[in-house]
């Protein structure tokens, strides 16, 4: 990223900062303000709603206790009478005072008189199931006796006014003890009444407020409704906290109860929010205008940096990037006497230095006689030195941008790559040892010192390291390894060689066979034709050996006449076979300085582990025994059994 992308994501986050802060303000002091308007506007709606069915339940209630406390209702039920029903209880009376339905009930709950104005429900309540007539009338009755409208004794002021939802069908329900004009008599029964709530009540009801009213189909109580008055046994009214529809309107309802705590109606009020879309709008103009005023404040300061800084900055960082290792004549242009024109010039004294410093370098690297290299992460040479060249017969141009697995054998390879992650890991310095290929495809023995390259934060660059030439040594070391472990008169491996190789078979495989050999009469040959012509058979004796055996077959002298033949992971057929093949080829005559020795013939013992034997010593005897049993019988392969 450069320097004015840095600065751009400099700029933005502040520039927005900045935005959210005085959205943030506004938001919180302002729009908040005109929430909390809009908010009390609508409670007044609800209260005025509650308080205007609170007057509609008083004012009924009053109706109801003019006709329960009157002489001629009170003997009626006494003495009921067709005449009064006509005369108080006609239809046109009914729409006059606003009821859609009045019962006398007497003190066992039988209607004594009763008239209806239940017609045309579906047309009253639009868009929503309406019960049959019968079954509402029975369900009136029913829950007013419920609610214990005949709950009366001794008590002629016992009433009802609750809003309820019968049988589906919202209403109020009102009712009075009968009583005498005075309402000092025993009460004889009750009055019930009923206004429905249908749509035309409920649209007048809402003509008289400044919200939409509606009635809710289900009537649950949640957690966070408070209680508007306080719960009596004519029931109670909650009020829901306000919750926002969208950013346009708001709603709130009323819960009215039943006396028994039951919920039976609910209102929904849903207004407007006009403070708050113009809070909005002032806020949005506000911003509009905040956003131009920064915006334009902050082009002009870096207008300003672009002129004064960053062209100046980008120009030095050009020139800097094209200063390599074969560029020492190049130096930074003049800053002027600022901290950036400062910092040109201490950065061109600073390249002079470096300058020196790797003319020194490279005549050092090119003087010694050991290569060194350098490569980066990825094991890419970039860097090798004339003696490294010579070394492997290669020009520098040739290895540089070259992998080094070009100079190592497949297994060699993972194995170095190993130890260079470990270098990288564990910042210690390695040795590897390693034939290295040549340009001409020889291999040459070489040893490196390998290090990481490091910057100044300790972050990985690469690898350096110095290769050296040890193919002198690697050949002294095959020699003495040679001299240890071979016999130097058959060129088969020594009894040392045959002691460590068969402790490693057993350990390593399951099944080990052991060829025990010893040469019948060689004695005769050394006095007859002397020690020259014994050493000439015996090294005869090897090559017939070598030539009979197949890999990984080991053939092993073990002293004087003796030898001895390792076969790993062998069935017996296998052991015998190659037993019988060994009699045949090394009891073959012998020519040897004009003389023919056909005397000498071999006597081969066979030994196995395990079943043989449970150790290598154990073998060892197993077969030697076995080889003087073959010896006794004269020219023959004898395998040994354990007795």
Known sequence: MNLRARLLWLCLPLFVASLAGVWLLSDMILLDRFDRGDRQRLADEVRI?????????????DIVHSYAWWDASYQFMRLPQARFVEDNLDQDLLGILGFDYVLFVDRTGHILAQQWKLDELARRFPGQPVPGTTRLRDGILRTALELGALDIDGDPRHSLDQLLQIEGVPQMLLSYPISNTAGTAEPAGVVIAGVLLDSARMYNLQTQMGASLRLAQDPVQNKDWRTLNIPTGRGATLLSSRHLLDGNSQQMSLLYLDSRGRPQLRLELTSPRPLYQQGRQSVSLFLYLTLALLGGAILLAYVALELRIIRRVSRMNREVAVIGQDRTALRLSPQGTDELGQLANEMNR??????????????????????????????????????????????????????????????????????YDKVRDDEQETTFSAPFKRRDGRLVSCETRLSAIRDGQGGFQGFRGILRDISEQVAYQKQLINLAYRDTLTALGNRKAF???????????????????????????????????????????????????????????????????????????????????????????????????????????????????????????AADIAMYQAKQERNRCYRYTVA
């Not at 141009?397 to 297994?411: A, K, V, W």
């Not at 002293?559 to 015998?576: I, S």
């Open 49 to 61: 709603v509650h308080n205007r069915i609170a007057y509609e339940k008083q004012r009924n209630l």
């Open 350 to 419: 600073t390249l002079d230095r470096l300058a020196q410093s790797e003319a020194r370098d490279r005549a050092i690297l090119d003087a010694i006689r050991d290569g060194y290299f350098e490569m980066d992460t990825r094991g890419i040479i970039r860097t090798v030195n004339p003696a490294l060249c010579r070394m492997l017969d290669y020009a520098a141009d040739q290895l540089n941008g070259q992998h080094f697995g070009i100079l190592l054998q497949e297994e060699d390879y993972h194995r170095a790559q190993s130890l």
């Open 499 to 621: 002691n460590e190789q068969l402790q490693r078979a057993i350990v390593h495989s399951n099944r080990v066979a052991l060829l025990y050999i010893d040469l019948d009469r060689f004695k005769q040959v050394n006095d007859r034709f002397g020690h020259a012509i014994g050493d000439a058979l015996l090294s005869t004796v090897g090559e017939r050996m070598r030539g009979s055996l197949r890999q990984p077959d080991q053939a092993f002298r073990l002293g004087g006449d003796e030898f001895a033949v390792l076969l790993e992971n062998a069935q017996p057929d296998q052991a015998e076979a190659l037993g019988m093949r060994l009699l045949g080829v090394l009891g073959a005559e012998y020519r040897l300085g004009g003389q023919v020795i056909d005397f000498v013939t071999p006597s081969i013992g066979i030994a196995f582990y395990p079943q043989d034997a449970a150790d290598a010593d154990a073998l060892t005897r």
